[in-house]
């Protein structure tokens, strides 16, 4: 009897310790990923939950090619659009301030701490700060272009420049922590090839560009494909940067992305239905990145 339960509990411990994990996967995780899908195959009012129609792929459809299609693509445009302008800028600056940090400078420890806060500051205040910045009539972006004799520019009004300033606020925000990404897998790279690099007369932009780009891809990719993810569930910038209008994505809809689009459906239109759809479609564009992800990666190992 000893012996089994001794059995039983090397055997099972292991599955009782990981448990917690899977429950909790479980109950926020699976089940609201489920249910979510279940209320996109219904007609179901944000006012009366409990009764729900069902309507098949109607609210699939309806996004793709019905009335609200219009709004659907000129949102996931802007939520492309938005990706780039903040993902590419982003991703350059935090490599140059690596290669920069990968050196020894004086107060290097603090710098390291110091790229950090952008990114521990709450997305409310940051987005406030930045809306009074670009604001039309005191901001500071208007004053520092009116130094150089242009006009002031109605940031939130206009696709591109309301795309801009958001994207602006992107980048300040997760430029530090992409940074320090890239500054670990730079301290990874062994030295040897930077030395073997340096006795055959490369200078250290050469090196930047033959040694740290290269031994970098996976990591450069990595980020890119965090960086689009985090674009695709871009919410709280917009939201809060349009004030009364931010619900909707400004009152042209110039900078609504698939967030705002989906929160818009479900909590303006009480159309819960069609936000799940929103939800799920989304989560289909991310596997395809995630599947693009894949792919590349298995090429750049198999070119090496």
Do not use: C
Not at 101 to 130: E, H
Request: proline share 5%; no cysteine.
């Amino acid at each position: 009897m000893r012996g089994r339960l001794h059995r039983w509990d090397h055997l099972g411990s292991p599955y009782l310790f990981v448990s917690p994990f899977f429950l909790v996967f479980a109950v926020f995780g699976l089940f609201p990923l489920l249910y979510t899908g279940w209320l996109s195959l219904h007609r179901v009012s944000l006012f009366n939950v409990d009764q729900a129609d069902w309507v098949g792929l109607q609210n699939y459809r309806d996004l793709l090619f019905g009335p609200p299609s219009s709004l659907f693509w000129h949102a996931l445009g802007n939520t492309v659009t938005l990706g780039v302008l903040s993902t590419v800028p982003q991703l350059l600056i935090a490599l140059g301030l690596a290669h920069l940090l990968n050196y020894r400078l004086p107060a290097r420890g603090f710098f390291r701490t110091a790229l950090l806060a952008p990114y521990a500051t709450s997305v409310a205040a940051a987005t406030l700060v930045f809306a009074l910045i670009f604001s039309p009539e005191a901001g500071m972006a208007n004053w520092l272009l009116g130094l150089v004799g242009i006009g002031p520019v109605h940031w939130e009004s206009g696709t591109w420049t309301s795309q801009f300033a958001i994207s602006v606020i992107v980048i300040w925000r997760w430029t530090g922590y992409n940074a320090l990404i890239y500054l670990a897998a730079m301290q990874a790279i062994p030295r040897e090839l930077y030395e073997a690099a340096a006795i055959d007369g490369a200078n250290r932009w050469q090196q930047f560009r033959n040694v740290t780009i290269p031994e970098l891809r996976p990591t450069i990719l990595f980020t890119v494909v965090v960086s689009f993810i985090g674009a695709t569930q871009l919410f709280g910038e917009p939201f809060l940067f349009g004030g009364q209008s931010g619900h909707q994505g400004g009152t042209q809809h110039q900078y609504e992305t698939l967030g705002i689009f989906m929160y818009d459906q479900g909590f303006r239109y009480s159309m819960l239905g069609r936000a799940s759809a929103i939800a799920w479609l989304m989560f289909a564009l991310l596997l395809l990145v995630g599947l693009a992800n894949t792919l590349i990666a298995r090429r750049l190992r198999s070119a090496k």
